[in-house]
């Protein structure tokens, strides 16, 4: 009836119903998350509902607006943008009699868990329903709305949140399911408008959303190496902004910028709380700077179009969790609210997350704003000294004494990716605030060993590079003993590095080590050094996240978005589409999960005959089950390295063959398309924070070094200290870490196959089968 394929034959759970709604404001991400929650109700033996319109389908009840959902119900929704169940503003929810109806219809609807995705106010809502339910329904049977059994079954509101909101403004969690998508929206638009902004060489006012957050125009303030930012956070007297302003936008003027870009938050004010308008902006840029100005509103374009991957993959990701911590809340656990921290996903008590960020609308009513800053979570704190440091610097007078001024070069070895430029941007113009000397090193090490190919970096010719694909400095495969380490060594001494980034793939993680190793024989490379890891493949040793992996994410995923529709056109059309990605399969993991794929097959696993023939099965079953239900394509994602025999074109062929007319598969090779055309403004910002964390880790390690660098006799590399000052800088479950290059390359590497020996995708794996029915031969 529910019609999965494989239905566990006996639940612990036994039969529960799992109910789930979208409110508030729409956000790309809510159609994944609702998905998630349906079909892994399902999977776990479990009934799903879904709650048309979000408050409003409680308050109106019955079968119209609270409906069974089948595994078949939310085929495809992946894919699509807003929220296709609904969601409404509902002001009777807000009045006790509201939610009494709501009570009522859930347990006539025999209900005992809802899942909500939405915002603060929605998540507030759900909060006071949870608490006022055992005065709602002994209301309800005292009134005789309700039996006794039914009273005692339905005796405790099992609730849940998950966090479905553009603004990014909910405390204890990271990231909110939509944001990253709004992000890009806004992102795009303003690289559209720097190109116009260019050409006049105008003043731009973009005005973003976000009503008590800044978290948009912030990031993407990061994400475009905008001018000035005006957001609610961080009020200023309406003399001191305009002048800071002034100051920073001349600044850059004069250093030779042809563009302006001032990004205001909605919610933006002034410290006596006036509103700031993008009109009030303009004003001050034509009349003080005499600058040609226009305002753009990006308005619900923000809002638009479908999920960037990381919503996507969120929002499954947390659907399912949503669905595990229901399954797990006793009467007397508090109910959980699902969030991320770095990359992990967590659980947070959903009464105190909604009671922290009420705090911060309340602080900054009450022009408390140290305390709203300070109830914002690290990383935007992060972001936002970033962004001033980076802006509004005076190159001639920065901000370390002249004895703490480092030469810091920076070299890109390997593949481009996405984000590497942002990284060399970002590290070389904080650079310039704190009054070190960036280097580039052009062409990776063979560059710098047979042409000498040093340069220092200025802000004017790196302008625009934060945006930019590719690598500007120019990327080079060879590692240091390939290309000559006697000669780097030569140029490292000539330039007297204090301090070294480099940033790529595994050749860059063999670079480190190579270098380390050469410590005992070059004093010259006795220096902090640390690798910012940034490949497609995502296989670098200390990290669960490289820069350009959501870029290629990105790219693939909008091809094999392209490819569904296409195959949708055809009856019984599957595409069989070829990831790169080397030896690691994250890349075609993950755009399985995102894309739904029916089956990815990676290098870790390989493609087994028995499996093969299992996916054959399962993909002509669910063909045949979606007769008659509208046209639709699937898509299978198989690694290049998954198998040296099977191409994704003789795949396709076996495929076809062995479905006997039941489906047909064609190949499609994205190729090269999956290194990404703009980086994304995950990439974008986070290299920016890798950058200038990278720089902030050759201050703090130089005087380790520095005392053991000139003395061969007492340089010892074992020491644990020394050992830290050659590093890799990742992130790690819900940290970002710094991890010795010696204690990755001998116990994490398994170098022989270029990757890390712990596989941390291997959870999201499970979770893209399951989502789709897959069946895994044991
Ligand atoms: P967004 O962040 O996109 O604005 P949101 O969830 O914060 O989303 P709201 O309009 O604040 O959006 O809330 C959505 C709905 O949640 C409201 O229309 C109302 O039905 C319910 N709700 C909000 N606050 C409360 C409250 N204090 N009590 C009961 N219900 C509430």
Not at 44 to 68: D, N
Not at 302 to 327: F, M
């Amino acid at each position: 009836s529910n019609n999965y394929p494989s239905l566990p034959k006996q639940s612990k759970h036994g039969r529960k119903a799992i109910a789930v709604m979208t409110s508030g404001g729409d956000a790309p991400g809510m159609n994944s998350n609702v998905r998630a929650i349906v079909r892994s109700a399902i999977f776990k033996g479990c009934r799903a509902f879904v709650v048309m319109e979000g408050y409003s389908g409680l308050v109106h009840g019955g079968p119209e607006y609270i409906k069974e959902y089948s595994w078949e119900d939310v085929r495809g929704w992946s894919s699509e943008g807003g929220t296709n169940i609904g969601t409404a503003r509902c002001m009777e929810f807000k009045e006790r009699d509201g939610r009494l109806l709501g009570a009522q219809h859930l347990i006539e609807a025999g209900v005992d868990a809802l899942i909500v995705c939405g915002g603060d106010g929605s998540l507030t809502g759900a909060d006071l329903f949870r608490a006022e339910w055992p005065s709602l329904i002994a209301e309800l049977l005292k009134n005789n709305r309700i039996t006794k059994e039914q009273h005692t079954r339905y005796q405790h509101l099992n609730i849940c949140g998950t966090v479905g909101s553009i603004d990014n403004d909910m405390s204890t969690t990271d990231a909110t399911i939509g944001a990253y998508s709004a992000l890009d929206r806004i992102c795009k638009a303003i690289d559209y408008v720097e190109a116009t902004a260019n050409s006049h060489s105008r003043a731009f006012v973009v005005e973003v959303m976000g009503r008590n957050c800044g978290w948009l125009a912030l990031l993407a303030g990061i994400a475009t190496s905008a001018d000035y930012i005006l957001i609610p956070e961080k009020p200023s007297s309406s003399r001191e902004w305009q002048e800071q302003m002034c100051d920073i936008v001349s600044k850059h003027r004069k250093r030779g910028k042809r563009t302006t870009i001032v990004i205001v938050a909605e919610g933006a004010i002034s410290n006596d709380l006036t509103p700031i308008s993008p009109a009030d902006v303009h004003k001050v840029l034509v009349e003080k700077l005499g600058l040609d100005t226009r305002i753009t509103t990006l308005g619900h374009v923000q809002r638009g179009g479908t999920a960037v991957a990381y919503d996507r993959i969120l929002a499954s990701l947390q659907g399912v969790e949503a669905v595990n911590a229901v399954l797990d809340t006793t009467p007397d656990t508090p109910s959980p609210l699902i969030a991320i921290n770095e990359n992990k996903i967590t659980r947070k008590s959903l009464v105190d997350s909604v009671r922290l960020t009420k705090s911060v609308a309340e602080a900054i009513h009450s022009k408390d704003f140290k305390k709203a800053m300070s109830l914002r979570d690290t990383e935007f704190i992060e972001h936002l000294n970033n962004f001033m440091a980076i802006n509004s610097a005076d190159h001639n007078e920065p901000k370390l004494p002249s004895d703490k001024r480092l030469k810091i070069a920076i070299v890109n070895v390997g593949a481009p990716a996405g984000g590497i430029n942002s990284a060399v941007y970002s590290m070389a113009t904080y650079c310039m605030s704190q009054g070190h000397k960036p280097y580039a090193i052009y062409n990776g090490w063979t560059g710098l060993a047979r042409h000498e190919s040093v340069r220092s970096l200025d802000w004017k010719s790196m302008l625009g590079w934060q945006s930019l694909g590719g690598s500007e400095i120019g990327t080079n495969r060879a590692t240091p003993e390939e290309a000559d380490l006697g000669m780097i060594a030569y140029y490292f001494q000539k330039y007297q590095f204090d301090g070294l980034i480099i940033v790529g793939g595994f050749e860059a993680f063999v670079s480190l080590h190579q270098l380390e190793k050469a410590r005992d024989s070059y004093a010259a490379f006795r220096i902090p050094m640390v690798l910012i890891p940034a490949t497609l493949s995502n296989n670098v040793p200390g990290s669960e996240y490289s820069l350009g992996s959501d870029t290629a994410l990105n790219a693939l995923m909008e091809y094999c978005d392209v490819i569904k529709q296409s195959a949708s056109s055809t009856r019984g059309r599957a595409f069989v589409v070829d990831v790169q990605g080397g030896n690691s399969g994250f890349l075609a993991t993950c755009t399985s999960l995102a894309v739904g794929a029916q089956a990815s097959y990676v290098p870790e696993e390989g493609i087994s005959l028995d499996q093969l023939s299992q996916d054959i099965e399962t993909l002509a079953e669910a063909f045949e089950r979606s007769e008659g239900r509208g046209r639709f394509g699937k898509l299978i994602l198989k690694s290049t390295n998954a198998s040296k025999a099977l191409s994704a074109e003789n795949l396709a062929k076996v495929m076809t063959a062995e479905a006997e007319g039941r489906f047909d598969a064609k190949s499609a090779i994205p190729g090269h398309v999956q290194q990404g055309g703009l980086p994304s403004p995950i990439d974008r910002t986070r290299a920016t924070r890798l950058a200038i964390k990278a720089v902030g880790f050759i201050e703090t390690k130089q005087e380790i070094i520095r005392e053991a660098r000139a003395d061969d006799e007492e340089f010892n590399p074992e020491d644990k200290e020394i050992e830290s000052t050659a590093a890799v800088l990742g992130v790690k479950g819900s940290h970002i870490v710094f991890t010795s290059i010696r204690q990755l390359y001998d116990f994490e590497a398994d170098v022989a196959k270029r990757m890390p020996k712990i596989i941390h995708w291997e959870g999201t794996r499970a979770i893209a089968d399951h989502l789709v029915g897959r069946k895994i031969v044991q």
